[in-house]
């Protein structure tokens, strides 16, 4: 504190000298950017737990292996312009991705990504639901709900019908705002079976929400805001992804998650295409294919691994908290990545319309 | 101007000359690139020229909506600004004791807006600060839903734009002088008939100048509303957003720019109608008054005149009933209440800047209250983490240079607008604070454009240009304010004595207006630092300045680290303050024999 006072003490003429100087820097500092680029890998990733768990799973340990630096970088959930802007400027900002499988599907058609050695080892072992030509599946989460056990005791909602349903559980929700995983829990609450999801039936879907619309207190945009809103209490109902609300868990939060009628999807790496760091990027994504290292991320945060072999490193207890747990999966629906790749700009307007009317 | 028309062509052109650096800036970074995009509005998806995005965009219910709802936020936050903000800029004009309290009320401007947000959050939670006080003491049983909401949301902005309200409307009270209310009440008016026929009128340019700044900017909000309200407040700025994050249509953003840009010139041009530029720039415009205006103020008296009888009424029975009971009013009647008045909205804006100091001390991942003690965990984990550090560093240099630049180049344009015989003076002045007065989105996306396609996108060099952009109107009016009370027979006084035109200015004027500079410097530098829209874009999201990196914890991350940072800055930009405060006091001594 001290030292800045006296800086500003110092009198103008020494000030101005000095920042006449320091303008230099940031002109410059691009150019130092790109210097110290080489031996570096940026990855986006959505923050919070993830960024966590794969900083200790994939992150750190790639940098020990290999000497390369990997920094995780944050940005907001489907970042499809992003990635069409460091491809169309050749400015690579980020030289992995974390996408959604629709995301790596709608960039890898039009062209934005590098196709993968899907033979080499580690991808090769990817089960077949979350295998993609463009990116590295590394966890399988699920859009579940979990409630209050201090508002509802152990007889909470047990089904998207319940969750729908003000008269029979009254309380504060939060659901997502975006089409994807918010359609397809009012289809299933409209009573369309977990076989019948896809295609949305569009028209049934928005009229069951707006039977829940003004129940709903928190309409949240990335997961890191429900996970608040859990942790806080600041709702009664809140439908997110199983490792969000089991962050808020971990901190004590009163909630317990409903598996039934949960909606699973793979995520995984994929790689901007026409990066220079191309190489290295390869190399990362192999080495996050890696049973070991899939164990490792699954213990950090309870999502599933796609690589199966990586079942061999976790234990039981652990294996409890995820998605795939025996006899979930048969009750969930998998994310139809190829419905959303075709229909999600068209139903994304009119989800938001529906939003803020 | 006559007078200038009247000397030749070259003459004038020389006389001009230290505004051809902002001026070319401005229209290289700020008029070109935003002509442009706004051009593209009108280009479809297809190539085909026309108005298929206009037609679109008031086709869909969303746009509609949301620009609706846009304008009942700002529109809110407008009026609640000046409501709040008149009685505190007044009692700070009028009073010795008032005037102490500017440093209260900057504390919580300088402050990051998106560190307030949070504080709200916390605050109007469910399970907030103010919820469990009322209910521990008894008041209410259930909470109270104050969050996710319209209330949430206008509170919020209220908060994050009543300083600059009362900044605005205190610099117009200033200048009103003591002895047009002791005439007032030589000529017999009472009190209240005094402020509302005489120091009302007077100071109504400076509300107006408020209200406008205030409205503008909000049309820009999409932090609050984001994190505060519900899908009820979602705003155009945040469709936007969304939008272009998920497919980049730029034809269709420019025609919701456009739109944005048509609102927000109406909403000056019927001010400049009603009251002239002069209270948002200092600059006397010379323009007599139109008939709407003078209509307007006309009918603006008679309304005050009659609520002034009435209230003196009113006031005459309130004093004779208060005399009854034994109390007699002292001097100027109204002072206790409105000292306790001041004292709650002062409160108002610094309890959410003091309250996550707490917070940053918690040992739960989350930000909850009360908070869990104690633990140095949050500052430990983000001060030192390489992201943070480097979003920090960035800031700062990004600040710097667009302070460095648009000092550079806002003094001489400064000099020249208020020394010289220039031609069209008010039209110059109201060019070059176009930037201040059209909401920052405008740019950001027309940027965005630009840089995508020349590469600049995520460079530091880029965002500097922008930021200097952004900052020369505030330079051009701090230092522009400090030139018009400084005495000129000083310059003359060291020319007659034999020094050159560069020594008068580096030994005399330089060290007289050197406060001035050094405020422009301190303020633009600020204004940079505490950006976030124009960073947003022009960064690709990819690099990160500070604000960008809070807003992305914010938004992804969630957890008390962020009030450990906003804790840590508060501190860091306090000191600044502080500093200059003792460093203007210093200095101020010679600023204030000038005046004189």
């Given amino acids: ?357 | 101007m006559s007078r200038a028309a009247s000397t030749g062509e070259r003459r004038r052109l020389a006389e001009a000359m230290p505004l051809a650096p902002a001026l070319i800036l401005l229209l290289l970074v700020y008029v070109g690139p935003v002509l442009w995009f706004l051009a593209s509005s009108f280009v479809g998806n297809d190539g085909s020229i026309g108005l298929h995005n206009y037609v679109r965009l008031f086709g869909s219910a969303t746009y509609v909506t949301t620009i609706g709802t846009t304008l009942k936020l700002a529109g809110a936050t407008t009026l609640l600004c000046v409501l709040a903000g008149y009685p505190v800029a007044y009692l700070m004009a009028t009073t010795r004791a008032g005037s102490s309290l500017i440093l209260l009320v900057v504390l919580p401007f300088w402050t990051s807006y998106l560190v307030r947000t949070f504080a709200w959050i916390i605050l109007l939670g469910r399970n907030g600060t103010i919820n469990s006080t009322l209910i521990s003491l008894g008041l209410i049983e259930r909470p109270l839903e104050l969050s996710y909401n319209f209330f949430a949301v206008v509170t919020a902005m209220t908060h994050a734009m009543l300083p600059l309200a009362i900044l605005t409307m205190l610099s117009t009270m200033q200048n009103i002088g003591a002895h047009y209310g002791r005439a007032a009440s030589t000529l017999g008016a009472r009190g209240a008939q005094s402020f509302l026929r005489v120091y009302l009128p007077l100071s109504m340019p400076g509300v107006a100048a408020a209200a406008l700044m205030v409205f503008i900017i909000c049309l820009g909000f999409f932090v609050n509303p984001a994190l505060l309200g519900s899908r009820r407040e979602t705003v155009i700025t945040q469709i936007m957003i969304d939008q272009l994050s998920t497919s980049l249509d730029w034809g269709f953003a420019g025609a919701a720019c456009v739109l944005m840009l048509a609102v927000s010139l109406a909403i000056v041009a019927l001010y400049q109608s009603l009251f002239g530029m002069t209270a948002v720039t200092g600059m006397e415009t010379g323009r007599s008054q139109s008939s709407l205006r003078k209509s307007i103020s006309r009918g603006a008296l008679r309304l005050a005149g009659g609520l002034g009888q009435g209230l003196s009424g009113t006031g005459r029975r309130i004093e004779a009933a208060m005399g009854a009971i034994g109390l007699r009013p002292r001097s100027g009647g109204l002072r206790g209440p409105l000292a306790l008045l001041v004292g709650l909205i002062v409160a108002f804006l610094l309890v959410p800047v003091l309250f996550l100091i707490p917070v940053s001390f918690t040992t739960s991942s989350f930000m909850r209250w009360p908070p869990e003690f104690f633990t140095l965990r949050w500052y430990q984990t983000y001060l030192l983490h390489p992201i943070w550090v480097s979003a920090i560093l960035r800031s700062l240099l990004v600040g710097l240079g667009a302070a460095i630049i648009a000092t550079t180049v806002g003094t001489p344009a400064a000099f020249a607008l208020v020394r010289r015989r220039v031609p069209g003076k008010p039209a110059l002045m109201s060019f070059i604070i176009v930037p201040m007065i059209l909401p920052h989105m405008v740019l950001a996306i027309a940027l965005f454009s630009l840089y995508a396609q020349i590469g600049l996108v995520g460079s530091a060099f880029g965002l500097v240009i922008a930021h200097a952009v952004l900052a020369i109107p505030l330079v051009v009016i701090t230092v522009s304010s400090v030139l018009r009370n400084y005495d000129q027979r000083l310059d003359q006084a060291a020319s007659v004595m034999g020094a050159r035109p560069p020594r008068v200015f580096r030994t005399v004027t330089l060290p007289l207006i050197g406060t001035g500079m050094i405020s422009a410097f301190i303020f633009s530098f600020i204004s940079s630092f505490d950006e976030l829209t124009v960073s947003l874009f022009v960064t690709g999201g990819l690099t990160a300045t500070l604000p960008k990196q809070m807003w992305e914890d914010a938004i992804n991350q969630v957890s008390p680290g962020l009030a450990a940072v906003s804790t840590a800055i508060l501190v860091g930009l306090t000191v600044i303050l502080l500093a200059v405060a003792l460093y203007q006091r210093r200095a101020g001594s010679t600023a204030i024999e000038l005046r004189g």
């Avoid at chain 1, 069951?208 to 429900?226: F, I, M, R, T, Y």
């Avoid at chain 1, 859990?230 to 969000?244: F, L, P």
């Avoid at chain 1, 409903?258 to 995520?267: R, S």
């Avoid at chain 1, 039981?316 to 999966?329: C, E, F, N, Q, S």
Wanted: proline share 6%; glycine share 8%; charged share 25%.
């Fill in chain 1, 1 to 357: 504190m001290e030292k800045t006072k006296d800086r500003f003490e110092f009198g103008r003429r020494n000030l101005i000298k000095g920042l006449a100087a320091g303008s230099l820097v940031p002109l410059a500092s691009p150019f130092i950017g790109r210097a110290l680029a080489a031996e570096r890998l940026v990855v986006r990733d959505p923050g919070g737990v993830v960024n966590d768990a794969a900083t200790k799973a994939f992150y750190k340990p790639f940098s020990q292996e290999t000497g390369i630096e990997v920094v995780g970088v944050t940005s907001q959930l489907e970042p499809l312009s992003q990635i069409r802007t460091i491809v169309d400027s050749k400015s690579y900002l980020w030289d992995v991705a974390l996408l959604s499988l629709q995301a790596q599907e709608i960039l890898g058609k039009a062209g934005y990504l590098d196709e993968i050695d899907t033979s080499a080892p580690g991808i090769v072992d990817i089960l077949p639901d979350a295998k993609s030509k463009w990116g590295v599946c590394m966890q399988i989460y699920a859009t579940i709900f979990a409630y209050n056990t201090k508002t509802y005791g152990e007889n909470g909602p047990q089904s998207w019908e319940d969750v729908f349903d003000l008269k029979k559980f009254p309380g504060r929700r939060a659901l997502r705002k975006y089409p994807i995983d918010t359609l397809e829990s009012a289809a299933m609450a409209d009573g369309i079976g977990v076989k019948d999801v896809y295609p949305l039936d569009l028209d049934r879907a928005f009229k069951k929400l707006d039977e829940v619309k003004p129940g709903v207190n928190l309409w949240w945009s990335n997961g890191a805001q429900s996970s608040q809103a859990a942790a806080s209490q600041e709702v009664d109902i809140v439908s997110t992804y199983n490792g969000r609300v089991q962050a808020a868990i971990d901190d004590g939060a009163p909630y317990k998650i409903v598996w039934n009628q949960g909606i699973w999807a793979p995520d995984g790496y994929a790689i901007p295409k026409g990066n220079p760091k191309a190489k290295i990027a390869h190399d990362f994504l192999k080495f996050c294919a890696r049973p070991d290292r899939q164990a490792e991320y699954s213990k950090a945060v309870p999502y599933s691994p796609p690589n199966p072999k990586a079942f061999e490193f976790i234990d039981k207890a652990r294996i409890d908290l995820m998605p795939t747990a025996p006899g979930r999966v048969e009750k969930m629906v998998m994310e139809n990545g190829a419905y959303w790749a075709a229909n999600l700009e068209k139903v994304a307007a009119r989800f938001n319309e529906w939003v803020v009317k």
